[in-house]
């Protein structure tokens, strides 16, 4: 390998013109990380129910596009059906905790099951409601060095204890979350959707699904 | 603390006699597990749906007992409705999987967790499902030391590699599976049931879900 | 794989009838877990002492069989006659702690190094000495989800710490299970019962020793 | 905590027109992420030489901007200018590497470790040497997810692995990576890049480092 | 805090002189590391057994010393004459293992597990056995890093296997021993050693118990 | 493999006589830890500038060796001359810890990554530096166990949590830091030395670095 040669060897950071550079697929040398499949999983799509093609046009409507971890379940529209409605009702329904708490626990979970798929798209949801870019950075990756309530802190410590040591956790986990202001019925949310990311993490992972692409511009 | 005197020291075991004591409790020091309680979280039952009752009118009929995760999501009847259509397709539905083989995969991966919950209910579907006492311990104590087809050694290792590394799981990890003769709806079915009790696992610790005593003695 | 057809798909589990099914071990496409060696290292049974012989005697005589762990060492009398003295001693002798309470420490420790004979066996006399089976099941799936006393958990968390980081452990741990009420000697006790199974434990890995059927049913 | 009303049900992540919300910071109740500070550590700034106080104009000029852990050294000229030195021959000094490869293995042992600082700094680097924002992302959340040649995955492989368990690495490493076509001389320069860094990601979270905001906008 | 001039600011390490520094103890600042105490736990000494005494006399007359591990077993000489019979039996019966291998295996084991008193005392075994001074170094340090003979090899991945993962083990690792030119009954006395010393760690980390001083010095 | 028979089967530890062996290479069947190689990487010696020149005339001068680190660079002046002005100042320059307690972080944090290279080098340095050769060993093998002032405890514990979770450091362990008397200037310094040493543990694990033997003996 011939040792290639670095003209501007002061500074590290590439300058700013190099920011958009035009021809970089040619000479990097790295693959082009462009996603066309949705999974590895060779599963030719069902025949979706009215209730679910609904729901796949209102997607494209509202978000311009189709999740595709969507798209990977509707090889069998029972699933898919089965799927909508839980997680519908985990991050949408009425709940002491926000819909940004709960794509931030989602996001700390997904951190630590290292899930390119729920991080992207997740990762994307906690830009976009809170309006800050940093916030969605530092829950994917590493949510202690984040600025937070300490409520919000206590929420995600025992989102994160429940990823890597649920077997650990004991009344104290729970009584820390109670007087850090959360009622049983929220200690239930913050479970069940740290819970759920732990599932999903590890489906996106074992089948490799790819977040749709216009999750990463998200937000920014 | 006085020493204890122990009469009979060349046999470790307690003889056979001392299988079916009269009066344990009171000696023991050791308070009995009676479990009377469903979770640690306080949350009042709802008001179930139609098809809800109907639900747990069935488990009582069929079973003898509701289980006691259903009665957890009780406090609210869409979450009950969402979580019992996802685990029915889930463990019920057909698949290239038997449902034996679907609890295996329950209890392995509760293995990793150490879900005291879900190592009961489950452990004992596999001891009734199969037959065999033994492989219902084997799958909670260690999975490994089990006597299994090389398939369903293969179907346990995905299932344990999501559990402990998912964000390591390549396409190689795919193939061995493909060349254990699982198809990819096969390897679907695996993550589910994997991701699930993942999902599961965890919220039955975070709130402390205690397993109906009658387990216990199912199966053996 | 053909589907399999599921008749009865609104109940996960199975139904009473279906608890004592009389053809398992032909449908099931599971091997029947029977035991029928003692462990995977082929070592022919050498001559036993006279003191040998009688102790596999009193073993027939009071349990109704003889443990498989001494049949493993049974290759060579002096091994044989040093861990019955050891063992022996450290789970018989009088101690400030109980049988059952020994026996507990076995099984919690077991359980971390995920040991099939030792969590079968162990598990067997805890379930025996307790009159309770779920305390068997708890000590062998998660001790943390026991009901126990405060003195009974810092002895486990002491034994089951040193299992998992034993160097971590400083004068604060012992002062700890001072606290709780153990004197030095007990002390020395619960080290020496832990350290034990924590050698017994990857022996009976290592050489894959099989626990005697008769344990799994004991005191269910 | 009030339950806190959800009028869109049916899909999860927000709408178009939710991603450029004008009134977040007032309502979402997580603390904006506006880093002000240059770590937590209380250092003053020492004196610059006339080299360093040229390299940081050099900085403003070319990056628009000086880097935090620049200023962070900045307390003690004699160290900021033996980090610059190291760090400038390791980043830019000819190599069979390219600069990207290097920003590729810092990116990958950074999210190892968990480290803001570095993840955000050098995922900009990545994205903009690349020019491939989706890289940038992948080596942050997932290497082992990204579509990369043989030879790349080989050198991130080692690097993670010098990161995780460094002990364990072997002369067969090393034999790996031969195979894959790095020289000798390649070898080292991969060893001292994910070395480097760590060092880095270990000072950064010690000091609390924080990455100048710029960093998060570059390359998507 | 002053700041610490440094006169000689070009060299590292310290210079030859500095070797034999007269005066030590007094200015650096750290506590003399001088064990005069036997282990943390106060258990007076027991009666020994006339056959204990003539043991510990043979260690004096032989050794110079008794070694801590027989002193701190003192206090119960039951327990004390299982502990040697256990222990000589193990370490010095005749084996296929030489007992330098066995040493070996005590060193590797207890690296793992970092025992204080286990690297010095029998880290100073496998020195003086060996002759060479570096072989207990790298055996305490990383045995990875030794260079043996591909049977050794086996022989401690196996031990730090059983160490470390003992859950883990299966006929394949067996197997592997059997092909690196092992008998079945080498491989119960690797396994042996390598358990007894998985105890011995973690009772002398469980009671602190120090090393004979004299050990840091012999074979160097 | 003949069952090796074994005199003197009483003591375990090998007798006084048997500490300076005049024939051990021969008979005991592991090969001899010469190391007579620098690294594993292939990389000819460069030309040195005369500053390196003057520097290694030093180190044989004062040291009576050139640390083989300082080889292992030496195939690249440059390389080599950032990286001796970086280690200088670090280890070296006026700081709030003395030159011992830097040393003592260097082998607290190598013991974690069981670097030999560091341990041999750095172990020496603590010896030599402290005159008790005990500290040393004590660094090398678990640092928890040491006698130590507790600032010097909260120091080494600081520097080995950023070794082993940096991505778990808050302000409260930099809290914890100040509270034991350290200054922020001091904290810098723990955190700038433990870093660097996770650098160099994985560089020389990664190119396989050898001690000079001299190291071994040095400090006894």
Redesign the interface.
């Known amino acids: 390998?011939?040792?290639?040669?670095?003209k501007?060897?002061?500074?590290?950071?590439?300058?700013?013109k190099?920011?958009?550079?035009a021809e970089?697929?040619a000479d990097?040398?790295?693959?082009?990380?462009?996603?066309t499949k949705v999974m590895?999983?060779?599963?030719p799509p069902g025949t979706l129910s009215p209730a679910m093609q609904a729901?796949f046009d209102?997607?494209r409507e509202?978000?311009?596009f189709v999740?595709n971890v969507l798209l990977a379940y509707a090889?069998d529209n029972?699933?898919l059906?089965?799927?909508a409605?839980?997680?519908?009702?985990l991050?949408?329904?009425?709940?002491?905790l926000?819909?940004?708490?709960r794509e931030?626990i989602a996001v700390a979970v997904s951190?630590q099951?290292?899930?390119?798929y729920c991080?992207?798209?997740h990762g994307?949801?906690v830009r976009?409601?809170?309006?800050?870019?940093?916030?969605g950075?530092?829950m994917?990756?590493?949510y202690?060095?984040?600025?937070?309530?300490k409520k919000?802190r206590a929420m995600l410590d025992?989102a994160v204890k429940?990823?890597n040591e649920?077997?650990?956790?004991?009344?104290e986990d729970?009584e820390t979350l109670r007087r850090a202001?959360?009622?049983?019925?929220?200690?239930?949310d913050?479970?069940?959707v740290?819970?759920?990311f732990?599932?999903?993490?590890?489906?996106a992972?074992?089948?490799?699904m790819r977040p749709n692409?216009v999750y990463?511009?998200?937000?920014?």
């Open positions: 390998m011939a040792r290639k040669a670095n501007s060897n002061v500074v590290a950071y590439p300058g700013k190099a920011a958009r550079p970089k697929p990097t040398g790295v693959p082009r990380q462009d996603e590895a999983l060779d599963l729901y209102k997607c509202k978000l311009g999740p090889f029972a699933k059906e089965a799927f409605a839980f997680y519908n009702d991050m949408l329904a009425p709940s002491g926000s819909k940004l708490e931030m951190s099951n290292r899930c390119y991080l992207t798209a994307a949801a976009v409601y809170s309006g800050d870019p940093a916030l950075e530092l994917a990756m590493n202690r060095a984040a600025k937070l309530t919000q025992f429940m990823t649920s077997y650990a956790i004991e009344e729970r202001g959360f009622s049983d019925r929220d200690i239930w913050i479970a069940a740290a819970g759920f732990n599932m999903s993490n590890r489906i992972s074992a089948t490799d692409t990463h511009g998200q937000g920014r």
